[in-house]
């Protein structure tokens, strides 16, 4: 079906209706993962929001203050060695099975303490692929929304986000560096100020400025994804919870032949594409992509009806 739009035991605090407050959780190795929860003590579905690689926990935060506006606890949370969750140990690489385990803490620590239903996965690029996965292999969520991604991607664009992330191996002089360099990558966004650059960046012990993410990722998941096409594309022909993808009409990541891949392998499911995003559609167009997520959830229980059984490519 597809729209076009225009427009571990887990420590935390209860919070406020919209602001976020900090929630922690241990994977199943021992490694703390960080996260910032928003909303009600209970809902009618928990709502787990998942990254992109290289960004934070911070990049949900409007979509996260609407959400608990609209009375849906959600958790937006920093995976493995990125933002404040932590680092592998030196001599163990990362791998997307950790990523994927520690979806699975996260979606019983979280969705068992506000909620019986099984919660929603909003996954952006790395996060939806992640949760992808994790759902044909543990069946965590009653839902999918996936974010400007595919089992299958152009490489070119991959590789031109990653040679920004590598760019600056020596790190920034101070925030005017760093927005400098964000904005010549970035130019149709607003210029970021200080404040929003102090989630994304962390001071190292000469004073220089860095990305806060290991440094690692880039070889060990960032040019390895095409090892997990297989796998992803299993998982999408496997799909049988309600899905909503959402794509960026300026994508450098997928296309039209990407897109529709995925529908002929889930035939079920809903795409929107906000014709000026780009691969970061939350960032680009915050507005129309909650209201998507938002206008998806509200339907849920007729989402959960069954869904027809169909070979991948046929019709529903």
């Not at 991607?153 to 920004?164: H, K, S, Y």
């Amino acid at each position: 079906m597809v729209i076009s739009s225009t427009r571990s035991a887990a420590r935390h605090r209860v919070p406020d209706r919209q602001s976020g407050h900090g929630w922690q959780s241990r994977a199943a190795d021992g490694v703390e993962l960080a996260g910032d929860r928003y909303g009600p003590d209970h809902g009618p579905v928990p709502v787990l929001l998942a990254h992109g690689f290289g960004q934070t926990r911070h990049a949900w935060m409007r979509t996260a203050e609407r959400l608990a506006d609209a009375g849906y606890p959600a958790l937006a949370f920093d995976a493995r060695g990125h933002g404040g969750s932590g680092r592998n140990p030196a001599t163990l690489p990362y791998s997307t099975e950790q990523f994927v385990s520690d979806q699975v803490v996260l979606a019983g620590s979280f969705g068992r303490a506000v909620s019986a239903a099984e919660p929603v996965l909003v996954g952006a690029s790395m996060g939806g692929l992640i949760g992808l996965v994790a759902q044909h292999r543990h069946a965590l969520y009653s839902a999918l929304v996936l974010v400007d991604i595919a089992p299958r991607w152009r490489p070119e664009g991959v590789a031109r986000i990653l040679d920004f992330m590598a760019a600056h191996p020596d790190g920034f002089d101070d925030y005017r560096h760093a927005a400098d360099a964000i904005a010549e990558r970035l130019p149709h966004r607003p210029r970021k100020t200080q404040e929003q650059l102090a989630s994304l960046l962390v001071n190292d012990r000469s004073g220089r400025l860095r990305w806060h993410w290991d440094v690692r990722l880039l070889d060990d998941i960032g040019r390895a994804g095409d090892r997990d096409q297989a796998a992803l594309l299993a998982a999408a022909g496997a799909l049988t919870v309600p899905v909503l993808l959402v794509s960026g009409g300026r994508s450098e990541l997928i296309d039209t032949d990407h897109i529709d891949e995925f529908l002929a392998l889930a035939p079920h499911a809903e795409h929107i594409r906000l014709p000026e995003a780009t691969h970061m559609v939350a960032g680009d167009d915050n507005d129309r992509f909650t209201d998507a997520v938002l206008d998806f959830l509200g339907r849920r229980p007729r989402l959960r009806s069954p869904l027809p059984t169909s070979t991948p490519g046929e019709s529903p």
